[in-house]
């Protein structure tokens, strides 16, 4: 009780508890509404506490049995801290545009990995040859690309073990895609997402850089 109590303050002072207003609630959201206040829902953080814990314990068991876990967010608030996590404990991220087929056609998603990483130590060891100017302006604009699209997913050899997503709303391609897959899906979602289709929910505000980054951080140190 004692451990949940000391979530639940670092919830609130993470500023966790504040939801969309009730014109934005998703039905599925409303067992973890404590109330609506000034227009907005606050979000129960007892529960989100108890929903935290069980996303840990899972990630947990990932960890142990050498899993990967992909992180996915591309709204503004959350990618840099999410790519920042996701680097320091080496997991693959998706930080600018989900890729349609990025899970149900890793195929193709691997050859385009392959592609930059070829490019890219050819050119670290000087062994791109140019014919001309706009021909090296080219490479250096493909490399650009593929880094901007694949430079996450480059140790992702096979399809992960689980997402880790902020706002599974925005989200939506790729926690389909993770379902097409039977992929788990861990996601931290405020009061207008559809709970129902992810695995482990988190409950909670996605919007404020103080709550993404303290629900990012706990699941990035639980893989450490």
């Known amino acids: 009780m004692a451990h949940n109590d000391t979530l639940v303050q670092e919830l609130y002072e993470a500023a966790a508890h504040v939801g969309y207003t009730k014109t934005r609630r998703h039905p599925s959201t409303v067992p973890f509404i404590f109330q609506s206040r000034q227009k907005k829902d606050i979000i129960n ?3 989100t506490a108890t929903q935290l ?3 840990l314990s899972f990630i947990a068991q990932l960890k142990a049995e ?4 992909l992180f996915v967010a591309t709204k503004p608030e959350a990618k840099r801290m999410v790519r920042e996590q996701a680097e320091l404990i080496d997991m693959p991220f998706v ?3 989900w890729l349609g087929g990025t899970l149900t056609n890793s195929k193709e998603l691997r050859q385009r990995v392959d592609r930059l990483m070829d490019l890219q130590v050819k050119k670290d060891n000087n062994e791109l040859v140019y014919q001309t100017k706009k021909e090296k302006l080219m490479i250096e604009r493909e490399i650009e690309r593929l880094e901007r699209k694949f430079g ?5 050899k096979k399809n992960p073990s689980a997402l880790f997503v902020v706002d599974p709303k925005k989200e939506y391609i790729a926690v389909n895609e993770a379902r097409q897959m039977n992929i788990p899906v861990i996601a931290l979602a405020n009061t207008d997402c559809d709970i129902n289709v992810v695995t482990h929910p988190i409950v909670a505000n996605d919007t404020n ?6 629900i990012t951080q706990k699941v990035a140190d639980t893989l450490k």
């Open 209 to 214: 850089l103080s709550s993404i980054t303290y």
């Open 95 to 97: 930080t600018e545009r």
């Open 53 to 55: 814990i069980s996303a």
């Open 66 to 69: 050498g899993q990967q876990i």
């Open 152 to 156: 996450g997913l480059r140790n992702m």
């Open 45 to 47: 953080l007892e529960d």
